[in-house]
Structure formats: structure tokens, C-alpha cells
């Protein structure tokens, strides 16, 4: 009750930082910073985004808060990933009668191989540029309902990031195509990289297939070594947000080197590695095509 009672108070203009009375541009809210960064390079100067979770934010597992509710509810339209990633997302939004708009609308889903969330759509189609594509156009769409007025900016904005999509994608392809089959293997602590293994033709293995309390069990950690000696996987990774021990005791089993941490969830702040989407893309790939011709982490 506190709770709803702090955000009749703030949703009533009564101190928010949303409240804008000199700027009339639409206002944007995405479920984390990914999502933020591509509907920003879309939007350019015409709407205003903000991501409700903040840069290094795990996204699986996260509780919004009061002021994260009061950016529902004063926003036009909200985005979302879907496919089962932000399992706060629904009762986040009960309460914001903005337009909710879903950006995996169109994916063709991997399910997930297994654990608890065994033939549910793997949720991290993002991490394929081939597939960040459906996001980006979604946005636009979304964004020209919105907002028919700047249509043109929407669509010359969009266009643009789009083809440096299709560059990141051409980078992937040119260079794994270099490597003999048998490296041709991308093993991962989260199973966050099955859209890219896919559209990049990676045999892929991981030790949990959703970040969640059971991670690096035994059974993980062995299964995941014996994929890595049976295809002689020169160099094994870790994602930013999670502990990398378990994967550390798969390289040290099996003599692979443990690469440079992968970006999933979240972006950096703007002095780290990855402060936009684009530079998230570009490391990981970069990452992973040095890893996997034995490149030293």
C-alpha cells in the first residue's frame, strides 16, 4: 500500500523526474539497456528512451522498484524483449496504460535444450545481428505509430542501423569461415548465444541454459568439459553479470584457455568496453572469432 501510495503522488507530477513541461517528444521505456540503445539510434532527437534496468543489471531475476513503475506509467509505449526473459515484466506493467509492444514479434524462437526451462523459447535473440534486425524493425514500426510525423527520421535512422547490423553479421561469416569444422564451437557459461551460433554456423554448448540459483552444478560443469575435449574447443567464455568460476574449472580440466568475458544482458557505462549495442556486438564477435582461433583472452 506505501508503495501505491508514493506512486499516486509521483504519477500526479508531484517531484518526478519524467515531469518535462518544456519538452513535448514522446517518451519511450524499455525493460533494459540493450533495448534502450537500439530504439535510441532509431529515435534519434525525435522521442525520448530510457531503460528501466541500469548498465551491469542482471535482467533475468530483477525486481522493479517504485520510480521504475512511475517510468510505465508515465511513458507512451513500452518495450519489452518476450520470449520469457523479463518474468517481472507482467506485474511491471499493470499498472502503465501505455501501448506495450513486444521486439521478438517475428522470431523464429530456438527452444532451450535443458533444466527447468526445457522446450521454452530461448529468450537472447538478440545476441544475433542477423536477428537483431527483426528487433530494429519493430521499433520503427512502433515508433511510426507513435510518432507519423517524423516517419522519414524513423526510417532513415533505422535503415542505417541496420546496415551496420549487416556488417557485424558479414565480420561473424568472413572470419569463422576461415576455421576448420572442428573449431567451429562456442561454449558459453549462459546458453545466451544460441541465435548467433545459429546464424553463424557454431556447434554450441554451455553450462546452464538460464542464468537462475542453479548454476555450475557437477553435472554442468562435466558435461560441458567432455563437449570441450571431444571437439578439441581451444578457448571457453563467461558472461559479465555471472560468475565464472564453474567455467574456469571447465578450462582447467581440459587444458582450454577461458576467453574474454561476452556482454549479454546489459551494457557497460559509458567508459566500459560496450556503452552501446553496437560496440556489445563488435566485442563478443571480436571475442569469440580470437578465442576460437587460440588467440590469448
Known amino acids: 500500500m506505501a508503495v501505491l501510495a508514493v506512486l499516486a503522488m509521483l504519477v500526479s507530477g508531484c517531484g518526478t523526474g519524467l515531469s518535462r513541461p518544456d519538452d513535448d ?64 515484466f507482467d506485474r511491471f506493467v499493470q499498472r502503465s496504460e501505455a501501448r506495450h509492444v513486444t521486439l521478438t514479434e517475428g522470431v523464429e524462437p530456438i527452444p532451450i535444450r535443458s533444466g527447468e526451462y526445457q522446450g521454452k523459447a530461448n529468450p537472447h535473440a538478440w545476441m544475433s545481428p542477423r536477428t537483431a534486425a527483426t528487433y530494429v524493425t519493430n521499433i520503427r514500426d512502433a515508433f511510426i505509430r507513435l510518432d507519423p510525423a517524423h516517419e522519414a527520421t524513423f526510417r532513415a535512422n533505422a535503415d542505417a542501423y541496420l546496415a551496420r547490423l549487416a556488417e557485424i553479421d558479414r565480420y561473424l561469416h568472413d572470419e569463422l569461415a576461415s576455421l576448420p569444422a572442428s573449431q567451429r564451437a562456442l561454449v558459453s557459461c549462459e546458453g545466451a548465444f544460441s541465435y548467433l551460433a545459429r546464424d553463424a554456423g557454431l556447434s554450441e554448448a554451455y553450462l546452464w541454459p538460464v542464468n537462475s540459483e542453479s548454476e555450475g552444478t557437477p553435472r554442468q560443469i562435466r558435461s560441458t568439459a567432455e563437449f570441450v575435449q571431444a571437439n578439441r574447443v581451444p578457448t ?16 582447467r580440466e581440459t587444458g582450454a584457455r577461458l576467453g574474454e568475458k561476452l556482454y549479454v544482458d546489459s551494457l557497460s557505462g ?25 588467440g590469448a583472452p
Open 25 to 88: 517528444r514522446k517518451h519511450v521505456v524499455t525493460t533494459f539497456t540493450v533495448l534502450a540503445d537500439m530504439a535510441r539510434n532509431v529515435a534519434g532527437d525525435a522521442l525520448v528512451v530510457e531503460s528501466i534496468t541500469k548498465p551491469g543489471s542482471e535482467i533475468h531475476e530483477y525486481e522493479p522498484t517504485p520510480s521504475d513503475m512511475l517510468k510505465a506509467a508515465k511513458a507512451d509505449v513500452v518495450l519489452d524483449n518476450g520470449l520469457g526473459l523479463e518474468r517481472w
Open 236 to 251: 571457453v567464455f563467461c558472461e559479465s553479470t555471472v560468475n565464472d568460476g564453474p567455467q574456469r574449472q571447465v578450462a
Open 270 to 294: 559509458p567508459e566500459g568496453p560496450v556503452p552501446t549495442y553496437l560496440d556489445l556486438l563488435r566485442h563478443d564477435a571480436r571475442a569469440i572469432v580470437s578465442g576460437l582461433r587460440g
